[in-house]
């Protein structure tokens, strides 16, 4: 057996805020795409929501509030380095066989692969077997246009999946794939739908988006506010006030809302909501698993956020005073 054949099979999953990278791992973990996975989720926001989603996985750890290429660059070699060591002390035990890795939407996949290369314990370990990155097609175009580490996850991807191709009201669909291409003209690239795989439609020959210069240094930092719903006066109403609110806090904050992503408990259920911008989706209903902690809890992900000003407006709108307009 060559020494690479045992070594935990890695499969870095990448993609910008709110391209659908969960749901796309939570449809393999259905099909059991994966054997036996080990799913490491990194979440830029202190409080992680996808977690919650990914139900199938053999086991999961989840490093959130920060990045795995800078600001929990330490917690992943950490944590990396402890599953291989217990794999190795677990050989006449079942153990993960697959590592699968979910990147926070701000992170560059080729940034971790050095870091786990310049390992040493890891890199004999661990071997790479694909970086697939997920592409909204609704946001994606705009994303390669003004976000750096957008182009990054492309020119390190072996495969591509584009989400969300057959929603209404997408277009460009073909200078999306012309611009990926130019990009990184190995990789091939698929669409998907709620993480199953479906015919790319058919679009016509068109040219690359001619693309900017960026730099790293001049994007302005995201940041994330968390907000906690059960510390709001929440009364039968609430539910009702809240998406008031979400709606036009969403338009009044316009592109610089880049995520928002929670779990709210309503009437209905538990409801799974998710905007990349100011696009709502349509809230999905969860399973009744009971009162999580991650429940009625919101994620917000933007440029430019005035947390006390948001926290403001929404007291007022579930107080029902008079002037819900801070936003």
Same mark, same amino acid.
């Given at each position: 057996m060559k020494p690479e054949e045992t070594r935990l099979r890695l499969t870095i999953l990448g993609g910008f805020l709110g391209a659908g990278k969960s749901t796309w791992l939570r449809h393999q973990l259905f099909v059991k795409t994966y054997d036996q996975p080990y799913v490491i989720v990194n979440e830029v926001a202190t409080h992680a929501v996808d977690d919650t989603l990914l139900a199938g996985a053999f086991h999961l750890d989840v490093l959130a509030g920060g990045c795995v290429c800078c600001d929990l660059k330490h917690q992943m070699i950490t944590l990396l380095n402890r599953i291989c060591n217990d794999r190795s002390q677990k050989q006449?035990?079942?153990?993960a066989r697959q590592l699968?890795? !979910? +990147?926070? *939407?701000? =992170?560059?996949? %080729?940034?971790? +692969? %050095? =870091? /786990?290369?310049d390992d040493p314990i890891l890199s004999r370990n661990i071997i790479l077997e !694909?970086?697939?990155? #997920?592409?909204? %097609? $609704?946001? *994606?175009?705009?994303? &390669?246009r003004t976000e750096f580490l957008?182009?990054?996850? /492309?020119e390190a991807a072996d495969r591509i999946f584009i989400t969300k191709a057959d929603v209404p009201g997408v277009?460009? $669909?073909g200078t999306l794939l012309a611009t990926l291409r130019q990009l990184n003209p190995g990789p091939d690239i698929q669409s998907c739908a709620f993480g199953v795989e479906v015919p790319m439609p058919s679009t016509p020959i068109s040219e690359p988006l001619p693309l900017p210069y960026l730099d790293s240094a001049d994007d302005e930092p995201l940041s994330s506010l968390l907000l906690? &719903?059960? !510390?709001y006066s929440v009364d039968g109403d609430f539910w009702v006030g809240f998406s008031v609110w979400l709606s036009a806090m969403l338009h009044s904050h316009g592109d610089r809302m880049v995520r928002v992503k929670g779990v #709210?408990?309503?009437?209905?259920g538990r409801l799974l909501l998710q905007s990349v911008r100011k696009v709502m989706q349509t809230p999905e209903i969860l399973p009744n698993e009971g009162d999580r902690s991650s429940d009625n809890t919101i994620v917000l992900i933007g440029r430019g956020m005035e947390p006390e000003r948001i926290e403001r407006s929404l007291r007022h709108i579930v107080a029902k005073e008079e002037n819900p307009n801070n936003l």
């Open positions: 006449d035990r079942p153990s699968i890795f !979910e +990147m926070s *939407g701000v =992170a560059d996949p %080729a940034q971790v +692969m %050095a =870091a /786990i290369q !694909e970086i697939i990155v #997920v592409v909204d %097609a $609704l946001h *994606g175009l705009e994303q &390669l957008s182009r990054r996850q /492309i277009k460009n $669909l906690n &719903l059960d !510390e #709210v408990r309503t009437p209905t």
